[in-house]
């Protein structure tokens, strides 16, 4: 019986719809629950925190530099709004804010106060987000907890749901203009940090982490190449996360382990790594090849839909054809929603469900 079940999963047309199967053949709970979670194709968003720069503050940035304003130029709803729309990817940038209060005053505001946006969450101690410090600030959820505690209280509003893969950009360095602020860089404590805050919120029983995944295999590496990603049937309402960060940060977060024992987060890193389980891989026309290796070699990929307006200003949408034909499990997009100001331009998944089979993974 079991090996029928996958059999089944393994002729899966990729119309079918992972999150509410329709029962017609092919397409049920227990032929979908048999995928791992490597298995399946889903549309993300990028910077899913993020407000909108307010006008005047806007006009200011463009008659600074009208290439950065144009590339700023979007924003999200609220991250509820995002995964009731059928994202299941998120991402998060992360500030470092030990003392707290370190992004409290922007620049912009100061120099055009034209819009209210509450800085009161900015004030207190703990990781803070937001897309950069100083100009483009305004975030739906301020705090990381904060952020947190809404993606916890929809995942246990909708138990069934397939697990979201929330990534994180720890985010350093700062604008070089006059009274602008430096970001607290993420030392060894502060990525300690970022695991206590998310084990704050979400419990173990809510999380895919490394060791899960790992198990009795020597590395995560070799874990995911023996196909011991879980199920669809035990990952349902579960939530993952990967640091999606530089190479210094990624060795900085692993320390001396042999792949990521003991931490919440995957990481993003080159696909031999003895840590490889996750990669970011965002241009998906040139790294379709890559993409698709890595892809059947076990790892969960992440590539991008579009990037800084530019697909949604001329409507061109070969960037996402690509993405979805990589076999990228999460295909992310600034665009889930359509901008008015741009056109028609919008990411879904093909077939418009809220997950397909994967078309490249095994």
């Known amino acids: 019986m079991i090996s029928i079940i ?8 990729t119309q079918c719809d992972l999150e509410a199967p329709s029962g017609q053949p092919g397409c049920t709970r227990a032929v979908v ?18 407000q909108a720069i307010s006008p005047a503050q806007m006009v200011l940035l463009r008659s600074a530099d009208p290439r950065q304003a144009d590339g700023l130029d ?3 709803p609220p991250l509820t709004a995002q995964l009731e729309a059928g994202a299941r990817q998120l991402e998060i940038d992360v500030l470092n804010d030990p003392e707290g209060g370190r992004y409290a005053a922007p620049l912009a505001m100061k120099m055009a106060n034209d819009l209210p946006y509450d800085l009161a969450p900015l004030k207190g101690p703990g990781l803070k987000v937001m897309h950069v410090q100083d100009i483009d600030y305004r975030s739906s959820c301020p705090t990381f907890t904060g952020c947190l505690a809404e993606i916890r209280a929809w995942s246990k509003a909708h138990a069934g749901h397939l697990p979201l893969l929330i990534l994180l950009n720890l985010k350093e360095g700062g604008l070089n203009v006059p009274g602008a602020v430096v970001a607290a860089p993420f030392d060894a404590k502060a990525m300690d940090a970022v695991d206590a805050e998310i084990l704050a919120v979400f419990s173990a029983s809510d999380l895919i982490t490394p060791d899960d995944v790992q198990g009795r295999h020597a590395t995560l590496r070799q874990a995911v190449a023996a196909g011991a990603w879980p199920s669809l049937k035990s990952a349902r309402g579960k939530v993952m996360f990967a640091l999606d960060a530089p190479e210094a ?4 977060y692993r320390g001396r382990r042999a792949s990521l024992e003991g ?3 995957f990481v993003n890193t080159d696909e031999t790594s003895p840590a490889a389980g996750y990669i970011t891989l965002n241009e998906p026309k040139e790294d379709g090849g890559r993409i698709r290796a890595a892809v059947r070699a076990g790892l969960i990929v992440r590539t991008r839909a579009d990037a800084d307006t530019l697909e949604a200003r001329s409507d061109d949408r070969t960037r996402q054809a690509a993405g979805f034909a990589s076999g990228a499990q999460f295909v992310s997009t600034d665009y889930m929603f359509a901008d008015p100001r741009r056109g028609p331009y919008q990411v879904r998944l093909p077939g418009d469900g809220v997950a397909r089979r994967n078309p490249v993974a095994p």
Do not use: P
């Open 249 to 252: 940060q990624v060795a900085l």
């Open 6 to 13: 996958f059999a089944a999963a393994a002729a899966l047309a």
């Open 263 to 265: 931490r919440a987060m």
């Open 33 to 50: 629950d048999a995928l791992k979670i490597n298995q399946i194709q889903a549309v993300g968003t990028h910077n899913s925190y993020k």
């Open 74 to 76: 979007y924003a999200h």
